[in-house]
């Protein structure tokens, strides 16, 4: 390991933990990786890394719903980001037991782990979806809570099992709620690879609702949110919003994507991609003054800049991807 300064990453091999791994080896961390075993061996997006990076990561798999997994994990850690989920909403509809006893009860594990462990620090990641439709914009971090999808309510249940055992235990935790980070690595279940891939590779883009706004972030924003958090003594027991500060409709999202791409496809309404009414988020819009404020952070590229850097890395990486298919 290239230091003695060693943290964990839960959610390692996902799309903005692998980022997050990359920038705390670059920084000079000794990194230990959590992933969820499979009989694959694969250890996801940790595999896309260069190979002088991947030889500095400690690789350990479990899951989350087994504490004793996670509890080894944690050991001799300076600080534990939590980014470990299940993340698909359209997967939450088929199956919420599953995602609460992973997210919910996984978190409840981390947290109990660091505690026990004296842990200096953990960094518990949220998400925007966690505040529903837009009440109010710009959506700071006193906006309520809306649990309008098992997922957005499994979690609500986990941030709030993180506030609950900083006010109980004094456990040294901070939330950053990313608002929708895209980038490269970023599989089609989000909607940024889906029009990308649509665009470079099909006659038509196929999507669900047009009119919903969404406040995206690249990726690389979003990792510098999480170590800045973590270096941040003052936003110990809170949350901070980690988003751009501006919404964009996906129907105007997938007209821009088709513009740097220079392929004008028809887009195209499927039923199957709806949300549920009640469950659909049609508004995002962050506000995150407090993250500015509190931890010295603010986005720093631009949604054109980085939607051309996410198209450059799909191009050169369409076998990692299934256009044709909805992935959930």
């Not at 999507?207 to 972030?217: C, I, P, Q, V």
Request: with cysteine; charged share 25%; glycine share 8%.
């Amino acid at each position: 390991m290239s230091s003695d300064k060693r943290v964990l990453v839960t959610g390692a091999a996902g799309f903005i933990g692998s980022h997050l791994v990359h920038r705390l080896v670059q920084d000079g961390f000794g990194v230990r990786a959590f992933v969820r075993y499979n009989s694959a061996d694969s250890r996801g997006f940790l595999d896309t890394l260069p190979a002088d990076v991947q030889s500095e990561i400690e690789v350990v798999k479990g899951d989350l719903r087994d504490p004793h997994a996670v509890y080894n994990a944690v050991k001799n850690t300076e600080a534990v980001y939590h980014l470990g989920a299940l993340i698909a909403i359209p997967y939450s509809y088929r199956h919420p037991t599953d995602v609460v006893q992973t997210n919910a009860i996984g978190t409840l594990h981390v947290a109990q782990a660091v505690l026990e462990l004296n842990i200096p620090r953990l960094i518990h990641t949220s998400t925007s979806e966690v505040y529903g439709s837009a009440r109010y914009v710009p959506m700071d971090e006193s906006h309520p809570l809306q649990g309008q999808s098992p997922y957005s309510a499994s979690k609500i249940a986990a941030d709030k099992i993180v506030e609950s055992f900083h006010c109980s235990y004094g456990l040294p935790a901070v939330t950053v709620r990313p608002f929708n980070a895209y980038g490269p690595r970023q599989s089609m279940r989000a909607v940024i690879p889906t029009i990308i891939n649509q665009a470079l590779h099909r006659s038509e883009i196929v999507l669900g609702n047009l009119t919903a706004t969404r406040d995206f972030t690249f990726v690389e924003d979003t990792a510098r949110a999480f170590i800045r958090a973590a270096g941040s003594e003052e936003a110990i027991g809170q949350v901070v919003n980690a988003g751009s500060g501006f919404e964009i409709s996906i129907g105007e999202l997938a007209d821009t994507i088709k513009r740097l791409i220079g392929r004008d496809v028809p887009v195209r309404v499927d039923d199957e991609r709806v949300r549920p009414e009640k469950s659909e988020v049609d508004r995002l819009f962050s506000d995150s003054g407090k993250a500015s404020r509190m931890i010295g952070w603010k986005p720093a590229v631009s949604l054109e800049e980085g939607l051309a850097r996410t198209i450059e890395w799909i191009r050169g990486h369409k076998e990692l991807y299934r256009p044709d298919e909805y992935v959930v």
